[in-house]
Structure formats: C-alpha cells, structure tokens
C-alpha cells in the first residue's frame, strides 16, 4: 500500500522543528507545548509518520506510538506473544485472546461474508505455502494447494465469550485490516488529547484528521504502479487513502510475476488486470478491508459491490494497460498529472 508523502502533494513525512531560546539577560520564561509535532517509527514492519497540530501535539504523538506497539504486540503473526501468534498454535479451543483481537477479527470476519470471501482473514496456511511468510518463494503444485484450501474456510472461525475457535490447522492473519485499524484507534487518541489536525501515514495507508491548519485540504499523492513519479493526487478532509496493489509486494518465476494478493476460492495469485485499488472513506479499517477486497474482486464485481455501497466508499481502479476507472464523486477532487491511456468515470 504505496502513497508518497510527495511534496506537491503531502508534507515531508521529516521536518523540522522551531526551537525558541531567550536572551540570557532575560528572566526564563515557562515553556510552551509545541503546537506542531512529527513522529516517525517502524512497527507492522512498516514505516510510519505521525504530524499533529494541537497543544501538547509531541505527547499525543509519543501516546499514539506506544498504542501502535501494543496493537502490533497483540497483533503479529510472527511474534510468539502476541494473541494472533497463541491463536494460531493452539492445541485447543477456544483461546481467550484481548477485546481489541476479537472486535477486529469480528470485522474482519463480518467483511468476509460481505465480499464473498474477496477479504478472507484466514488465508495464512496458503499465503505461507507460497512463501510470502517467510520470502522462501515456489509455485506449490495444485495438489498441493487443494489439500490447504479446506484450512482457509473462514465459515469455520467462531467468535465468543469464551475467546476464538477455529478448525485445527487453520490460522489468522489480520494484517489486511491492522493498519487501517490502528490508523482509526490513533485519531480517537488524538482527538481525545486536543489535536485538532493531523495526518498520518501508516506504511502507505494515509489518514487525515480534519483539513491542514490552515483549513486546506490535505493533498495526497498516488503512487504510480507502473514505476516513476506519482500519478496524480486526490484532496481530503477526515478521510483515509488507502492503496493496495500488485507492484508492493511479489517473485517471479519462469518468467511470470505472482503477487501477494491471493484468490481465497483458489488459493492462487490475483490475475485480473488490475494493478492497483485506492480507496477513499470515512474510516480507515473499512477502506484498507476494502482496498485488498475489490483488488481481489476485479472491475466487475468491484464496480456491482460499489453501487451497492456507493455511500460508504469510493474508489479508482488502476488498469496493467495504464488505463484509470474511477466513481464520479471523486471527479472534483482527483487530479491526474501523468499521461494515462484513458480515465473513464464509474457512474
């Protein structure tokens, strides 16, 4: 999920700060909160930046960095004390895991069955068969891949009081929806610290609150799929950007590319023409649910799930032939600055 912090489109991720100092022959004054405060740090084995503006906007930020650590600490698939991990290599069932694991897996599961499977957060055992997990990449033969597929049945997840059941052999991975769960989580701690504005950028997936300060719309850059410059950017206000492709992350073998993007009702590499999805909504786990899940539906389907849903979302397709598709209610506020084959607006 690849968006710049390009400067003609989005603040440097890095800048500086102002320091004030006063003259020695002058009595020491009390200190004022910065009003302005960047923070920049890895977790979800991503980079991330956090710009806030808003008394006391350094602690606020120093807050939401520790209640990203302790999302990815209850989050990851690879540590073995996190919940996800204890779930995933359990012996019996249910396992107890945190609020925040089960009210995510809910949605995660519930969006699930809303995309026929296009989001399926139990696709782990063939994401790992092909190496993803673990960057020892092969092309597992198809024997091999329907033996596996009865171990991505999300059907078989139970959700309750007592914790998280699951069908041994099966595992959990939320990471489609972590970070635009965690980007949601940052701006009710920073709304509840007084930040009135802000902009984050959680590994490509970007999340505003409110307009800049001085009322303007953030400006944020599309990473172009293809190579080079970005494509273009949209304006917004209290949204999320969020972006999922084929370019992030993929091997090649024999000459053809695989993505990491995975079909759950065959177990195999995305193939649909598409080359990216951006979402735009309200709340960022709803659009990096989605950004993965229309990725995985194609165009058609993608455009039938929108109109259902037009209310909720909207969305620019990314064609391989450099060609764009995108709903009409972004016509005001997209802007494209690289020669694209065509734009066609989704009405």
């Known amino acids: ?8 489109y989005l603040p440097s991720a890095l800048i500086a700060l102002l320091f004030i100092s006063c003259s020695s022959k002058e009595s020491p004054k009390p200190a004022i909160p910065p009003s302005e405060n960047t923070k920049s740090f890895e977790a979800m084995n991503t980079f991330m930046a956090i710009k806030s503006y808003g008394p006391n906007a350094s602690a606020a930020n120093d807050s939401a960095e520790k209640l990203v650590f302790k999302l990815e600490s209850l989050l990851s698939t690879t540590k073995n004390s996190s919940h996800i991990y204890k ?11 945190d609020d925040k694991v089960k009210e995510l897996a809910n949605f995660a599961l519930k969006m699930a069955k809303e995309t026929d499977g296009a989001l399926n957060p139990v696709l782990y055992p ?10 020892k990449y092969r092309v597992p033969a ?15 997840v139970n959700i309750s009081s007592s914790g ?13 929806v972590g970070k635009g769960y965690a980007g949601d989580k940052i701006l009710e701690l920073l709304k509840s610290k007084g930040i009135t504005s802000a902009v984050l950028d959680l590994g490509g997936n970007v999340q505003t609150l409110g307009c800049k300060k001085d009322g303007k719309k953030w400006k944020v850059g ?37 993505i990491h993007i995975f079909d759950g009702k065959n177990g195999k590499p995305v193939e649909n023409g598409l080359s990216a999805v951006m979402i735009i909504a309200p709340s960022g786990l709803y659009a990096d649910a989605l950004s993965t899940a229309i990725f995985v539906m194609g165009e058609n389907k993608a455009i039938d799930f929108w109109k259902k849903n037009r209310e909720k979302f909207q969305m620019l397709l990314l064609r391989e032939d450099k060609s764009v598709l995108y709903t009409k209610e ?6 494209f600055t690289y020669s694209l084959k065509s734009k066609n607006i989704i009405d």
């Open 164 to 176: 998280i059941a699951m069908k041994p052999g099966m595992m959990m991975d939320l990471g489609a």
């Open 126 to 135: 063939i994401v790992h068969t092909w190496g993803f997990t673990t960057e």
């Open 330 to 335: 972004l016509d005001p506020i997209i802007r």
């Open 1 to 8: 999920m690849k968006f710049l912090f390009a400067e003609k």
């Open 142 to 156: 198809d024997s091999e891949i329907q033996a596996i597929l009865p171990l991505t049945d999300f059907n078989q």
């Open 87 to 97: 779930l995933n290599h359990a012996e019996k069932y249910p396992v107890q895991v």
């Open 222 to 258: 599309i990473t172009n799929p293809w190579g080079g410059p970005p494509i273009g950017g949209v304006e917004v206000c209290d949204m999320a950007v969020v972006t999922s492709g084929g370019y992030e992350r993929f091997f090649e073998q024999n000459g053809k590319r695989y």
